[in-house]
């Protein structure tokens, strides 16, 4: 079978193989034990009598799939970032989590003596800013803003940020010094 294609936008999870002569689909969903899963379905055009005719059945079955909760848990019906208003940073459990925000982590590499602030969102997008280059705090505004970027929420006020930074910097000013950084 050939490496199936991605097509245009409006084809979201439609796929084409040439070689097989089908279109198939890739729906995630959410099992319930918050487990994400795939359903997925072929659609031949020998069976359906045209290349067309498949395609408007693996567009059919699609948008009744996506309509499903489970689906639409995976698509996005779960929050993403978790920003709470701080008022006293102390108050807030930031156990696993650096700054208190899903997505945005510091990873120290020793071998080149560099810090960033890491930011992931969805299925695999990561980006890095280094606190060398843009300074602790500017770095992990960056962060911050492209994770929102990637996930379509609005970005937070600059007083929550710096609240969040300084709250961090406070912990791991060791950490930083040690990199060569001043918070």
């Known amino acids: 079978m ?3 294609e ?24 959410v099992d319930q034990q918050g487990k994400r899963r795939q359903r997925r379905k072929v659609f031949r055009d020998k069976r359906h009598g045209s290349e067309r005719a498949a395609f408007l059945s693996a567009r059919a079955w699609r948008d009744d799939e996506l309509k499903k909760p489970a689906a639409q848990l995976a698509q996005g019906g779960r929050k993403f970032l978790t920003l709470v208003t701080v008022e006293d940073p102390h108050d807030i459990d930031f156990t696993g989590n650096p700054f208190g925000l899903s997505g945005v982590t510091v990873a120290y590499r020793e071998q080149t003596n560099s810090v960033h602030v890491c930011v992931t969102a969805n299925r695999g997008r990561k980006r890095w800013f280094s606190m060398r280059r843009y300074g602790p705090l500017e770095a992990f505004k960056k962060g911050v803003h492209q994770r929102c970027r990637w996930i379509g929420v609005p970005y937070p006020e600059n007083r929550d940020l710096e609240l969040r930074f300084w709250h961090w910097a406070e912990n791991h000013v060791d950490e930083l010094h ?3 950084l001043n918070p």
Request: aromatic share 24%; proline share 7%.
């Open 2 to 4: 050939e490496q199936a």
């Open 6 to 29: 991605k097509r245009s936008p409006e084809r979201i999870y439609l796929y084409r193989s040439e070689g097989g002569k089908f279109w198939w689909c890739a729906i995630p969903w």
């Open 178 to 180: 040690r990199f060569g």
